[in-house]
């Protein structure tokens, strides 16, 4: 028989577990929109079990659709840190859905529970307002978040992807040849990339091959370890980073800030709302 634990977190320990998010996890509307669209498949477990309108039970049938959802769109388990993320984009889903109902906002709409939450979260939003605001104000946001607004450096490689052995020696053997001038088309595949980004670099091939691809001289094969294994790597042009300009860009920066900042204070909003709930996780057998 399974067990239930009583969670009744402080809200600043609440803030602090926030504030400690991956930063895709913390992008403005993201809880309502991205996240909180794909939990709608798990809502429906707890929808039968409202006996105590104020108590909210996380089931295991919950951790186990939010572990396949996750795996399916990034190919992994969920770390402890994701998985409470994600624990709390469900509560926060659940909170708008039962506020929903006390306020008869299911009336035409009993089997879609998604527009009874967003009814929900509507009314919320007639209720937030964007504070006073000026450019120091966004200059602040900008200065905080310029990872969203500067060009990362930017490199165009080739990859000789050698046929059949691609163990480490058979591949350093390989770039031992084509740095000679041999022609390899007979022994691999040639594949090109253009303006790949550092980070998308770093997520498909790991933080010490994108290092290496730094440090590599312009127009010569190199052995590179990779998380996927050995690969074969020409660097051709590396495209430096360039910093954005505020005055270019302060009509994005404005749209940017106002969507974090009414999304902050609509997510600050579900959290009063929520102090009244017992949120109970029901433990795996």
């Known amino acids: ?41 798990v809502d429906f477990v707890v929808s039968s079990q409202q006996d105590d309108p104020l108590s909210i039970v996380v089931t295991t049938e919950v951790d186990d659709e939010v572990d396949d959802l996750f795996k399916a769109a990034r190919g992994r388990e969920p770390n402890t840190e994701e998985l409470t993320a994600m624990h709390r984009v469900w509560l926060d889903n659940e909170i708008l859905y039962r506020e929903g109902l006390a306020m008869q906002l299911d009336k035409g709409d009993t089997a879609i529970r998604e527009r009874v939450i967003f009814k929900a979260l509507s009314v919320i939003d007639a209720n937030v307002k964007l504070p006073a605001y000026d450019d120091n104000t966004l200059r602040k946001w900008f200065e905080g978040h310029r990872n969203k607004y500067d060009q990362p450096a930017r490199y165009d490689f080739e990859e000789a992807v050698l046929a059949g052995d691609n163990a480490e020696k058979a591949v350093r053997d390989f770039v031992l040849l084509l740095n000679t001038g041999a022609p390899g088309d007979a022994q691999a595949g040639l594949r090109l990339f253009k303006d790949r980004p550092y980070a998308n670099l770093e997520q498909s091939y790991g933080v010490e091959f994108v290092k290496t691809l730094e440090a590599a001289p312009v127009g010569v094969w190199q052995a590179q370890s990779s998380k996927t294994g050995w690969k074969a790597i020409r660097l051709n042009a590396v495209k430096r980073p360039e910093p954005a300009a505020f005055e270019a860009l302060r009509g994005v920066i404005l749209q940017d800030w106002t969507d974090a900042t009414l999304a902050e204070q609509r997510t600050a909003a579900v959290r009063v709302l929520g102090e009244k709930y017992t949120v109970k996780f029901e433990a795996a057998q």
């Not at 028989?1 to 969670?7: A, G, K, L, N």
């Not at 609440?14 to 991205?34: A, G, I, K, Q, Y």
């Open 1 to 41: 028989m399974s067990t239930q634990v009583p969670v009744s977190p402080s809200k600043k320990a609440t803030d602090s577990m926030v504030l400690s998010w991956p930063n895709w996890l913390r992008e403005p509307l993201l809880h309502f929109v991205l996240l909180g669209g794909l939990l709608f498949a």
